[in-house]
């Protein structure tokens, strides 16, 4: 469980800010978002294999980029 502990004389919107950066880190939002509707199983093996085509794509530029150096 995160929390944060608010500081003496510490504004609010800092101690907020602080909360959701650490919210961040451990990936909570990004878990919230991808649990706010159901994903069939089709469609999950859909999107991981195009998120692996995209980081080969992408590796492969790198590769391909470092070489003409």
Do not use: H, W
């Amino acid at each position: 469980m995160i929390g944060v502990v608010v500081k003496p004389n510490e504004p609010f919107e800092r101690a907020l800010k602080r909360f959701t950066k650490s919210c961040e880190k451990n990936g909570i939002i990004s878990d919230v978002k991808k649990r706010q509707r159901y994903e069939k199983p089709s469609e999950e093996k859909k999107r991981v294999e195009t998120a692996a085509r995209r980081k080969r794509l992408k590796e492969l530029a790198d590769a391909n980029r470092k070489r003409l150096y």
